[in-house]
C-alpha cells in the first residue's frame, strides 16, 4: 500500500490536542495528538484529491472505503480528521522550528498548517483512508482566556468585581408571592 506524503493549507483549527506530552487519552490510554482542520473548499481541493488518489490506487474506485473528512452543511467548509499517537514536531509561522518549552497554546480557532502522511488501511472487512500527523506550523495560535481577560465582551457600564458593594432594597415586584409560582 502506497503511503503520500502531505501539507495542508492554512486552516482553523477545532478541538486540538496539539500541546506537548498533553495528548487526549479520553479512549485510548496512550493517547492522540490529533486536530480537526477546517479548510474552505476551495483549499480543500488538493487534499480530497490527494486523499482520492491513495483511495483508488489502494482500494479500486468502487469499495466502500472511509475518508478522513466531511463537509460541514452550514458553512461549506470541509473538516480534516488528522492524528498520531506520536507528538508531532512544531513550527512558526516562518518555519522555524519551536522548542517544545515554547509551543503556545492551541484552542479551537487557531490558524494552523498541517503535515504529515496519507495512509490506507485495512482492518479486517474495514478500509480506508488516515491522515496521519507529523508537525504542525502555528500560524496564528487562539489560547483560552479562563477568565483573565474581557472574553468576547465589551466594558459596559455595571456591575464591577472589587467596586463598593450595595445593600440590597426591597422592589415590591419581587416580594410579591404570587410572582412566584413555582
Same mark, same amino acid.
Given at each position: 500500500?502506497?503511503?503520500?506524503?502531505?501539507?495542508?493549507?492554512?486552516?482553523?483549527?477545532?478541538?486540538?490536542?496539539? *500541546? !506537548?506530552?498533553?495528548?487526549?487519552?479520553?479512549?485510548?490510554?496512550?493517547?492522540?495528538?490529533?486536530?480537526?482542520?477546517?479548510?474552505? !473548499?476551495?483549499?480543500?481541493?488538493?487534499?480530497?484529491? &490527494?486523499?482520492? *488518489? %491513495?483511495?483508488?490506487?489502494?482500494?479500486?474506485?468502487?469499495?466502500?472505503?472511509?475518508?478522513?473528512?466531511? %463537509?460541514?452543511?452550514?458553512?461549506?467548509?470541509?473538516?480534516?480528521?488528522?492524528?498520531?499517537?506520536? *507528538?508531532?514536531?512544531?513550527?512558526?509561522?516562518?518555519?522555524?522550528?519551536?522548542?517544545?518549552?515554547?509551543? !503556545?497554546?492551541?484552542?479551537?480557532?487557531?490558524?494552523?498548517?498541517?503535515?504529515?502522511?496519507?495512509?490506507?488501511?485495512?482492518?479486517?472487512?474495514?478500509?480506508?483512508?488516515?491522515?496521519?500527523?507529523?508537525?504542525?506550523?502555528?500560524?496564528?495560535?487562539?489560547?483560552?482566556?479562563?477568565?483573565?481577560?474581557?472574553?468576547?465582551?465589551?466594558?459596559?457600564?455595571?456591575?464591577?468585581?472589587?467596586?463598593?458593594?450595595?445593600?440590597?432594597?426591597?422592589?415590591?415586584?419581587?416580594?410579591?408571592?404570587? &410572582?412566584?409560582?413555582?
Amino acid at each position: 500500500m502506497s503511503k503520500v506524503k502531505f501539507v495542508t493549507p492554512s486552516g482553523i483549527a477545532s478541538y486540538p490536542w496539539l *500541546q !506537548p506530552n498533553r495528548p487526549d487519552i479520553a479512549f485510548d490510554p496512550e493517547g492522540k495528538y490529533k486536530v480537526n482542520l477546517k479548510l474552505s !473548499p476551495e483549499d480543500s481541493k488538493v487534499m480530497t484529491s &490527494l486523499i482520492d *488518489q %491513495v483511495k483508488s490506487e489502494n482500494f479500486g474506485a468502487k469499495d466502500n472505503v472511509h475518508t478522513p473528512y466531511s %463537509v460541514d452543511e452550514e458553512t461549506g467548509e470541509y473538516v480534516f480528521k488528522i492524528q498520531s499517537k506520536y *507528538q508531532p514536531k512544531y513550527f512558526d509561522s516562518k518555519g522555524n522550528p519551536i522548542p517544545v518549552e515554547k509551543v !503556545p497554546p492551541m484552542f479551537s480557532g487557531s490558524e494552523l498548517r498541517v503535515s504529515g502522511q496519507v495512509d490506507p488501511y485495512t482492518n479486517g472487512a474495514k478500509k480506508g483512508v488516515s491522515l496521519r500527523l507529523a508537525n504542525v506550523q502555528v500560524i496564528n495560535p487562539v489560547a483560552g482566556d479562563n477568565g483573565g481577560g474581557a472574553g468576547d465582551f465589551d466594558a459596559v457600564e455595571g456591575y464591577e468585581v472589587g467596586a463598593v458593594s450595595v445593600a440590597p432594597t426591597s422592589n415590591s415586584d419581587f416580594d410579591n408571592d404570587e &410572582l412566584h409560582d413555582f
